[in-house]
């Protein structure tokens, strides 16, 4: 690919990346405003709850769909737009495989620990029906994960961008409709069904009507060969991505559980919020991810981290700001009903630190792990407990419940700093003397 061609697409991801991003600036507030306008303070503990349980995808999933994307861009030779058909399809045909099992082992699975998690509650909430609905809708939605794998792992960024953007506004869409018609809990599994369809209908359209994206080949295709050879670099991310479940979704459990539905809904909602602006800026850094991998796997190493740093202080940036307009609209409007669904700001305030601190974590390890190495089990062992059980011992000892999972994050920012730079710094140097020889 030409040097302007390549830089034009380059720029043409960039933008709908940014039109990606700007949109969520967009949804992800609207959201949280209809939530909190709309739903009592047990619903809401019960809509973060239920929002746990359909995560817990990630326990199984343990990280395929990274890797695949990974194998997928550095098997993809961009230069005649085909690369190795072969092993592509291959990929293709393991992971569609792969997400069908997990998809029901997940509903066996969500079935037995929504038993567990909600058999005690006793209140007006009327749970089973809608948690059933959403968790059949996720299962579906699982199997879309290989089409997404694959149009990104081969450079077709552009179609899967758009079709997302379709999707989001549809999920958006449809969850304030579903909710403002008095759909209660039943609007999560609607406005994922609406997703789920708008987005194959979307790639299809993009794709010129077709559904053919790649040279399909079932002959030769061992599911045991593929998976060892997806093994090395599997079983490095799939310990970070299960215990990452912890890390993310322990704050709602843990507060369901020994604090009550209502008093998890004031965090959950919390949390959303200073997390809502942590995705959007993180949306930024993830669309670029096979642009890094496939400069790095041409031997453009410092054009990766040019366009990494200059995007990570843009989205950075763009995290401050939106933190910033919180804090601002709540001293001008106090009484805004938002607020009245929320923590008090003195806990907020350690939330929005706390997510910084995990932005800066999480954005390293996207270009770090797109030089198909795993350098962060360490990191996110100690994060991944520590965090949760300092949230917990929090509680216990009836303290600002961010306080203490700070010191986890703020020690763990230090080491995944740390240890980026001495890897790049080491792998540069190994491509220097590679050169000069």
Request: glycine share 6%; aromatic share 20%; net charge positive.
């Amino acid at each position: 690919m030409a040097t302007s061609e390549k830089e034009k697409k380059y720029k043409t991801i960039s933008l709908l990346s940014i039109c990606f991003s700007s949109i969520r600036v967009f949804v992800g507030p609207v959201t949280l405003l209809v939530l909190a306008k709309k739903l009592s303070s047990e619903e809401l503990g019960f809509y973060y709850a239920f929002f746990s349980l359909t995560a817990m995808t990630q326990l199984l999933e343990v990280g395929m769909t990274g890797v695949l994307k990974q194998y997928y861009s550095h098997s993809y030779n961009s230069t005649d737009n085909k690369g190795n058909s072969d092993k592509i399809s291959n990929y293709f045909m393991f992971s569609l495989y792969w997400y069908f099992s997990l998809a029901i082992v997940f509903f066996i699975m969500g079935g037995i620990v929504s038993y567990v998690m909600f058999k005690d509650y006793h209140g007006i909430i009327q749970w089973g029906k809608p948690w059933y609905f959403l968790l059949l809708i996720s299962c579906i939605s699982l199997m879309l994960l290989p089409l997404n794998a694959m149009l990104d792992g081969t450079q077709k960024q552009n179609m899967l961008i758009r079709a997302n953007i379709v999707s989001q506004l549809m999920v958006a869409g449809s969850l304030w409709i579903a909710i403002y018609s008095d759909f209660g809990l039943y609007s999560m599994g609607i406005s994922q069904l609406s997703g789920a369809i708008s987005f194959l209908i979307s790639i299809y359209c993009f794709n010129k009507y077709s559904w053919f994206f790649i040279d399909f080949k079932k002959k030769g295709f061992v599911f045991k060969n593929v998976f060892f050879e997806l093994w090395p670099l599997l079983k490095k991310t799939s310990v970070v991505w299960f215990l990452g479940y912890f890390y993310w979704n322990g704050f709602n459990i843990i507060s369901f559980k020994y604090l009550g539905p209502e008093i998890a809904g004031y965090i959950g909602i919390s949390i959303s919020i200073m997390r809502a602006g942590q995705n959007i800026a993180m949306s930024i850094l993830n669309s670029q991810m096979t642009l890094y991998a496939n400069n790095i796997a041409n031997g453009f190493i410092k054009e990766a981290k040019k366009i990494f740093d200059k995007y990570f202080f843009l989205s950075l940036t763009l995290l401050l700001i939106g933190y910033a307009f919180f804090y601002i609209l709540y001293f001008i409007k106090p009484n805004f009903f938002l607020f009245e669904k929320v923590l008090p700001m003195n806990q907020m305030v350690y939330i929005s630190v706390f997510f910084i601190f995990t932005f800066i974590i999480s954005g390293i390890e996207v270009f770090t792990r797109c030089f198909k190495v795993e350098k962060f089990i360490i990191t996110q062992v100690i994060n991944s407990i520590l965090t949760p059980s300092l949230f917990l011992l929090g509680i216990q000892l009836q303290i600002k419940y961010f306080i203490l999972p700070i010191a986890s994050v703020l020690i763990v920012s230090i080491l995944t700093i740390l240890i980026s730079k001495r890897f790049y710094s080491g792998f540069t140097y190994e491509k220097n003397n590679q050169v000069h020889k």
